[in-house]
DNA sequence: TTCATGACCTC
DNA sequence: CCTTGTGTCATGAA
C-alpha cells in the first residue's frame, strides 16, 4: 500500500482486553474481584450443560480456561464456595465494546477492530516511527481505559500486526510488550509453533510429525516443503510468519459478509415439528439484525450439528437479493427437509441459520409491508 | 459461480 | 475436557 512505502518504518500496537467477559462482570460487579468468576454460555439442554466463555484470573489460575464444559469448571471450583457462575451478556459487552473502540480509535492514525476485545492501531505517523513515542502512546491509552472505564488491558508493540499481536498474547494480564524489528527473531524462535497465529491443533500436529517445534524451526523449513504440505495460501502464509513478517494493513473491514444464528436443541431428534420453531426463532434474530444493518441476502444455508457432532450444510442461492425473512425461513424448511432425507436415521443436536451474499436492501417493498415496516 | 467441508479465531 | 456460538478464509469439486 502506498501509505505504508512513504513511511519509513510500521509501529503498529495490538490492544486486546483482558480477560473481557469475565472484566465486565467484574466492573458491573465490584464485589466479585477476588471470587473466582466463570462467564458461561448455557445450551439450555440440561442445567449445567454448555462450556466456559470466559475466566478471569482468579478462576484461570484453577484449571478453568474457555471452551472447557461447564461441569469440569464447577468440579476445579468445588472447593470454592465463593466461585461465582454467570451466563453470558453480550448485550452489556457490546456496549462496553463499543465505548473502549471509541476510545482507542482516538490514538491511532488508522484503525481496526479485530473482534469484541482486540485492535490494532497504526501510530507509525503520530510516532514518527519512533518506538519510544510508540510506547508512550500505549501507556496513556492503557491509562485512560483504567481511569476512564475502569478496564485494563495488555498491549503489543511490534513493526506489523503479527508481531504486535504476539506481543500482546506474551505477557498477560496489563502487559505492554514491545518487540522491535531487529529482536522480532530472537523473540519469535524459540516460542513453541502452536503459539502462531493461525496454527491451530491440525497444522500443529502435521507440523510436528515433520519434527517442528518451534516457530524457529519453521523459519528455517523448507519453503518449497511448505508449500506442499500446506498448500499455497497456508504455506506462503506459514513461511512469512515464521520470519515475523506481515505486511496486512491496518484497517477496517469492509462491512460483514454473512449473518448467523445457532441453537442446541433441548434434545436430539429429526421430528421437524420440534426443529422448526427453534428455526423460526433463528430467522427471526438474523432478520432483526439484517434490518438493522439496513443489509438484504441472496444465499440462505443451514448447518447441522448431528448426535455425532459432525457438521452438514446446505446452502441455496436466490435469484434475487431480498429481505424478506418468510422467504429466509421457508428456504431454510426446504433445507432442512430434504437434509434429514439424505442423513436417515442420525438425529440432530444443534441447528444453525445463516445468510450471506449480503448487500445494501434497495428500497421495493408491496404496499402492504410498507404501511407495517416491521414485518 | 456455486457448493460442501474444514481449519481457525477468541471470550 | 462430552463439547457454544459467530464469522472468515481456503480448497476441491461440479
Known sequence: ???????????????????????????????LQNHPVVVCVYSGRTATSGVVSAANYVARNLGVRSGLPIVRAQKLLQHRADAVFLPVDHDNYEVTSARVMELLRAHADRFESASIDEAFLDVSTRSGGN???????????????????????????GPNKLLAKMAADFQ???????????????????????????????????LHELGIRTIGDLASMDPALLLKTFGRQLGRYLHRAAQGTDDEPVAGREGREQISRIATLKEDTRDVDLIYPVLEQLAQDIRQQANAERLGFRSVAILVFMEDLSVRTRTATLERLTTDATIMLRTAR?????????????????????????????RERTLTEFLEPSS
Open 172 to 206: 498477560k494480564p496489563d502487559g505492554l510488550t514491545i518487540v522491535r524489528p531487529d529482536e522480532a527473531a530472537s523473540f519469535f524462535a524459540p516460542l513453541p509453533v502452536e503459539r502462531l497465529y493461525g496454527v491451530g491443533p491440525k497444522s500443529a500436529g502435521r
Open 334 to 362: 426446504e433445507l432442512l427437509l430434504t437434509l434429514l432425507e439424505e442423513i436417515d436415521g442420525l438425529k440432530l443436536r444443534r441447528i444453525g441459520l445463516r445468510i450471506a451474499e449480503l448487500g445494501v436492501a434497495v
Open 131 to 157: 518506538i519510544h513515542a510508540a510506547v508512550e502512546h500505549a501507556r496513556e491509552l492503557k491509562r485512560q481505559l483504567r481511569t476512564q472505564e475502569r478496564l485494563s488491558c495488555s498491549v503489543g508493540v
Open 1 to 31: 500500500m502506498a501509505l505504508a512505502a512513504a513511511s519509513v518504518q510500521r509501529v503498529i500496537l495490538c490492544v486486546d482486553m483482558d480477560y473481557f467477559f469475565a472484566q465486565c462482570e467484574e466492573r458491573r460487579r465490584p464485589e
